[in-house]
């Protein structure tokens, strides 16, 4: 088994109908620059819909309902997923990062902020996302954002963490030269 840490960042996929929506809305920041794309076929591919941190070699943080602590093979292993790491990373900030998401075990899920993001997907004006959601509540992939924010001050090149999506920390940890610490291609 490999060597996780805390504050290393995994994603993962799924073939549930659910995933593929989410994937779809991630292929581009609004419909219009999707149309376009579409119509050039430059069309970008969205490989991961879901996105949790490691607390410990052995224990994964992650929103499905509620933030909760689950084990390293029930989160990813036997799933597509990749697992990114900073390199830059202190013991200081990986022990921040794994204190500030175990705080919040137990927040609920903020189905306000998703339907902001489809109003900034389907207007173009991003704003929308910061605006439209409930205080103190995130989505899966915010909430990753929001402590890597806080700690660290990435924003995975976004404005703030509400605006950021599972393939925005794809392509920020690809670009940024993060390390691939685990990877699978396929399901199991």
Same mark, same amino acid.
């Given at each position: ?24 809305? &991630?292929?581009?920041? =609004?419909?219009?620059? /999707? !149309?376009?794309?579409?119509?050039? %076929?430059?069309?970008? @591919?969205? #490989?991961?819909?879901?996105?949790? &941190? ?19 093979? !029930? !989160? ?11 390199? #830059? ?11 500030? !998401?175990?705080? @919040?075990? %137990?927040? %609920? ?11 900034? /997907?389907? =207007? *173009?004006? *991003?704003?929308?996302? #910061?605006?439209v959601q409930w205080v103190d509540k995130e989505i899966c992939v915010t909430r990753v954002a929001k402590w890597y924010q806080k700690v660290t001050g990435i924003t995975f090149g976004k404005h703030s963490w509400h605006e950021v999506t599972t393939d925005?920390?794809?392509? /920020? ?12 291609? =396929?399901?199991?």
């Open positions: 088994m490999n060597e996780f840490l805390s504050g290393d960042i995994f994603l993962i996929d799924s073939v549930a109908s659910y995933a593929k929506v989410v994937k779809f809305l &991630m292929q581009a920041p =609004t419909v219009y620059q /999707w !149309a376009w794309r579409k119509m050039r %076929g430059t069309q970008q @591919e969205v #490989r991961y819909y879901h996105a949790g &941190m490691l607390v410990s070699n052995t224990h994964v943080i992650e929103q499905q309902k509620i933030v909760e602590l689950e084990t390293v093979e !029930a !989160a990813f292993l036997n799933k597509k997923h990749i697992v990114y790491r900073n390199p #830059r990373l202190t013991m200081e900030s990986r022990n921040r990062l794994k204190a500030l !998401a175990e705080d @919040e075990i %137990g927040e %609920g899920y903020d189905i306000l902020l998703i339907f902001g993001k489809t109003l900034t /997907w389907i =207007t *173009g004006l *991003g704003f929308i996302t #910061r605006l925005n920390i794809d392509d /920020w940890c690809k670009l940024d030269e993060w390390l691939v610490v685990s990877k699978s291609t =396929t399901f199991s």
